[in-house]
């Protein structure tokens, strides 16, 4: 009976885990429900990892749709699509900028979990 009750206690604890969502803002408000990582502020901006050529091209095996913002040669905001490094993005207004998210997103491997 003890076994039975730390299995269901496991399973519950495990299943609230994969549905977890992380909200990184300055208010009070919790992540939007359609979010995995929900950042929010008013007087802060989103800094991404900053990598050289050389860095960026050492990561192995990157991930489609993972974002770095290249310091030397061309820099700017790079993303891996699943194949090549896409470069030099440039965004201007707020329509083009959910364009970016929605190419992002579009190239990330649709499960979650191994």
Known sequence: MKTITLLIINLLLF????????????????????AILDVNSTDKGFLPPRLTEA??????????GLLIFQTDGTTGFYYYNGTNWIGNI???GQEQFQTLLVLIMTA???RLLP
């Open 108 to 110: 990330m491997p649709t």
């Open 90 to 92: 440039r965004v201007q």
């Open 15 to 34: 299943s609230i885990a994969l549905f977890a969502q992380v909200g990184i803002n300055t208010g009070n408000n919790g992540p939007d429900g359609s």
């Open 55 to 64: 860095q960026r091209n050492g990561i192995s095996n990157p991930a489609a």
